[in-house]
């Protein structure tokens, strides 16, 4: 929903999860844009006259509520939370999902994406939210068209959690010294492993199989047969050799196997 009086203020002078998508995609001109509505030197764009952010707002509350018909119980609406180590940091909850205890991101978009693309977008804001919040996971609840919401689950991801809070701090410090932030490379957005794909068709994958198939036995018993070796070793042994192989030993008490010169 539009943000109150109160909200504002306590978002003010913080970089919220809806602003830190720049910094993670570089996009130098909103960086710039930000930086300069951080200092006092612009202001934030009017959003009123949008119809797709007006149509976000609007269904924000009934997403929430088919949410909790369908999920779980949903508290903290609208709640401003601040990091417990970065008082620049803060984030402003549609939702929070009580079962689960994580933040839910309530979002329509028109449709026409697949929801990966959707998912991709905001996952800044969603690891945002997660890292403010100390939550393990994020619930995305999202209209797609005027179809009933599609719920996803996204797990943290700690490394993209410490390049966005490396980016905040050295963005916030450019606030601080008023100095014009530099450009920054794009960060990949964190990896969805959830699809299943039918390798059939592919000869790659095809001969590789066929050949792990005829020799996955054969390398078990490599294994074990290279395990028994090494423990048949005596403790004081440098090398030992016999029946074609040898077994030696390096300065760090490191053995290894391979067929006798």
């Given at each position: ?51 797709a ?55 329509h ?43 996803e ?12 809070v490396a ?68 403790a ?26």
């Amino acid at each position: 929903m539009a943000l109150s009086a109160a909200q504002l203020a306590a978002r003010a002078g913080k970089l919220t999860s809806s602003r830190v998508a720049c910094l993670m995609t570089g996009d130098a001109e909103k960086i710039l844009r930000l930086y300069r509505e951080m200092i006092g030197e612009a202001t934030e764009d009017d959003l009123s006259g949008v119809w797709a952010v007006r149509l976000g707002e609007t269904t924000e509350a009934l997403n929430l509520e088919w949410f909790e018909r369908k999920n779980s119980p949903v508290s903290r609406r609208g709640e401003v939370v601040v990091h417990a180590l970065y008082p620049w940091a803060a984030c402003t909850l549609d939702g929070w999902c009580d079962t689960l205890q994580c933040p839910i991101e309530a979002k329509h978009v028109g449709g026409r994406e697949p929801l990966e693309v959707v998912i991709e977008r905001y996952q800044p804001q969603m690891q945002w939210a997660m890292e403010v919040t100390c939550a393990e996971q994020c619930g995305l609840s999202v209209i797609m068209g005027a179809n009933d919401p599609v719920v996803e689950f996204i797990e943290r991801d700690a490394s993209y959690a410490q390049e966005l809070v490396a980016r905040g701090s050295q963005f916030m410090n450019c606030v601080r010294m008023r100095t014009p932030p530099v450009a920054l490379p794009p960060a990949p957005v964190p990896i969805v492993a959830d699809k299943t794909y039918d390798m059939q068709g592919n000869n790659v994958w095809g001969s590789a199989a066929d050949a792990w198939l005829q020799h996955r036995d054969a390398a078990e018993a490599c294994k074990n047969a290279e395990k028994v070796l090494k423990a048949a070793v005596p403790a004081d042994a440098k090398k030992a050799v016999g029946y074609g192989v040898q077994v030696t030993r390096d300065r760090v008490g490191r053995l290894s196997l391979r067929a006798a010169a």
